[in-house]
């Protein structure tokens, strides 16, 4: 997709990648509309954002408010004219705790806002953007979303429902003017235990040490993502560790697996 001049809508924009995706976009002349549950965070973003600010609009709500996102379209269209492009990049994590130990409110909090905020933006913008000359979903994932990870299993649940969601979005939008793609980010500096209102794990100090990939900052991980929807890349993996992790599940699922729960054992305590 030619960025420029676009109308995009971003979730998650208050801060961490869906902050630096607003930054990206502009960068390569596109318009926002800048979606996220707080207003302080969207007014920090707007106001860091200089003479660039006048091609931003900023949207506070609940992206799991089926109601509230119903009205955004024509928000959005009040104010730039059109919609071409939607980023769901909103996302929170579970309590660092097993199923068993994990209470049904984090649950429905964590797939109200993960799977059906998705959903519901997918839903109300979708019939705005195959009207347009070009449309554009990216929808951002996990690698939890594809390889199980102990701790995180309802996250990694709700994210496996958005990539199956968008894959089969992929597949019904192949004959339309509607691109879309997969975000699978690995690992990235961002807030987001800290905005789930979730306790951020006690990490060991030896297995800090034995990350094989660097974090990647969410500047970063931004950079990655625009440039693939220029390409209109139907998957994109933001890190090294992504992209590695993808392909050993893939190649081996059980050793994957046991990999991952050999390293989320001394978080989940034992």
Known sequence: MNIQDKVFVVTGAGGGIGGQLVVALLSRGAKVAAVDLKQE???ALKNGLGEKAAAVSVHALNIADREAVSLLPDAVEQIHGNVDALINCAGIVQPFVRVNDLDFESIERVMNVNFYGTLNMTKAFLPRLLERPEGYIANV???GGFLPVPGQSVYGASKAAVKLL???LYAELLSTNVHVSIVF???????ITENSGVAAPNIPDADKAAQKFPMLSPAEAAEIIVKGIEKNQSQIFTGKDSRMMNKLYRLNPVFATRLIAKRMKALLGN
């Open 41 to 43: 965070s969207l007014d």
């Open 141 to 143: 994932s996990s690698m």
């Open 166 to 168: 968008t894959e089969g």
């Open 185 to 191: 980010p690995g690992a990235t500096n961002t807030n």
